[in-house]
């Protein structure tokens, strides 16, 4: 009898133990809200396996516009957003929502086009006379419309270039409330002009007759940072897992893991964790 109930004790323990160390597996996991550009440029495929061969921890990415990605962060539904639109991270962390930006990379934006060109703007490096040139000839624009960070860059260009979008947009701007992927393909499909950050549109495959039409102005770089989800505000953040992954994306490896990623031998993104003021 005794070795029957001890059979069954180190049973139960074994199992205990034996779930025990499945939940951990399971815990060392985090949520990252980030960009569809992160996603769809295919960085996080090439970032993610190496995090995990250093780390053990699996990241689980939600793939969204920035302004979408704040708003998963601020309902605590993430561990970690990695977004692009500074002034928006800077309100995140000033609300309480997140506890401290780093700069992480840029790329660039750039205006893609149809190479028969309506709007006459290819070759120019002036983002903001291009816009007026699209407008007057009311060539075919599409827009994201879908508070990404992409989209938040492309209404201030609007408002740079002197045209209130809100009120002057007619037929020719296409408002589509979707991702950089989907806009490319519906840029494509009509041969019309959309602004794409440099990273989606080198690894986009379905490019049609369209091609970079402006590039190259500073008003079009495009900075990256990373923020933890408050604990304070979301004491479910598994905080020291996320803040794991931001310090790898920062360090020198994590740095150079970003540097070494190409598409067709072209450098998608360049990091700049340690530029002051980035």
Known sequence: MFKFRHSIAMGFIAFALLTGQN?????????VASTTSTQDSGLFGHLLPLFKAKTGIDVRVI??????????????DADVVFVHARSQEEKFVAD????KRFPVMYNDFILIGPKNDPAKVNGSKDIAAALVKIKNAGALFISRGDKS???AAELNLWKIAGIDIAKDKGPWYRDIGQGMGAALNTASASNAYVLADRGT???????GDLMIS????KRLFNQYGVILVSPAKHPHVKKD??????????SPEGQKAIDD????GEQLFFPNAYTPGA
């Open 23 to 31: 939940a951990l597996a399971q815990e060392k996991s985090i949520v």
């Open 63 to 76: 793939s969204q516009g920035t302004g979408q990605a704040l708003d998963t962060g601020r309902r605590g």
């Open 96 to 99: 309480g929502f997140g506890v």
């Open 149 to 151: 960070g992409t989209h």
């Open 201 to 207: 549109w080198l690894s986009f495959k379905n490019r």
């Open 214 to 217: 402006v590039e190259g102005d």
């Open 241 to 250: 897992l996320a803040q794991s992954f931001i310090d790898w994306l920062i």
């Open 261 to 264: 990623f190409k598409v067709g």
